[in-house]
């Protein structure tokens, strides 16, 4: 099955204080009411799929909000990756689209030997931030789904310049199948890196870029 990459930017931490587990302010109640609707929106969409993770959406999202993920359910992890992305989204800008991938982890896990290969750093790999699951500071951890589908990843706004640089630098030596996605990459992390940089003269606190991967 085909999957789509996407991405958004985000406040790591606005993220985070949702599943703390205390009682929320009113802004993030407000906030909660658009989350709730995409989850239960999400969930009819499965339910008319006949598929069943043995939690619902809607349920994930209360646990996480009780701050635990904790079901025993088969496909909890597809349930709470589902949740949280929701969560991500409602406190994210506009997602864009990075592309459609027959085999996701297999593209990248090559990419990422190519890169490596032209001496490319470790933590600016594609395969280490696509992949990277969860934000880092949630308090309990999150089963990851059965069938890697969603997947959750983030890249810190301050790496998406030096990201998009190395990319740069190594492109007339990228092997000819993955250039096109490596300047797909490269194009997107580096308009990101402008937008922040005008979001921050202005006060804004969206840090990290968040991927979704989704079947």
Same mark, same amino acid.
């Given at each position: 099955m085909s999957?789509?990459?996407?991405?958004?930017?985000?406040?790591t931490r606005r993220v985070v204080a949702f599943l703390s587990a205390g009682p929320l302010t009113a802004d993030q109640q407000r906030i909660l009411g658009y989350i709730r609707k995409s989850c239960e929106q999400h969930q009819l969409d499965l339910d008319?799929?006949? *598929?069943?993770?043995?939690?619902? *959406?809607p349920e994930a999202l209360d646990h996480l909000l009780a701050g635990r993920a904790d079901s025993d359910a088969a496909y909890a992890g597809n349930a709470y990756y589902s949740a949280l992305q929701h969560i991500i989204d409602n406190h994210a800008s506009d997602p864009y689209d990075l592309g459609v991938f027959s085999r996701p982890g297999t593209f990248f896990g090559l990419l990422d030997d190519e890169l490596r290969r032209l001496d490319v750093p470790t933590e600016l790999l594609p395969g280490t931030f696509l992949y990277a699951g969860p934000p880092d500071g949630i308090p309990f951890s999150i089963p990851h789904p059965v069938d890697g589908s969603p997947e959750i990843g983030r890249l810190p706004l301050d790496r998406a310049k030096p990201a998009a640089d190395a990319y740069r630098a190594v492109m007339d030596r990228v092997a000819d199948d993955f250039r096109y996605e490596l300047q797909q990459l490269a194009g997107s992390l580096q308009t990101e890196h402008d937008e922040w940089q005008t979001a921050l003269r202005h006060g804004w606190t969206m840090d990290t870029v968040f991927f979704s991967i989704k079947g």
């Open positions: 999957k789509v990459i996407s991405y958004s930017v985000a406040d008319r799929q006949d *598929i069943d993770y043995g939690l619902t *959406i």
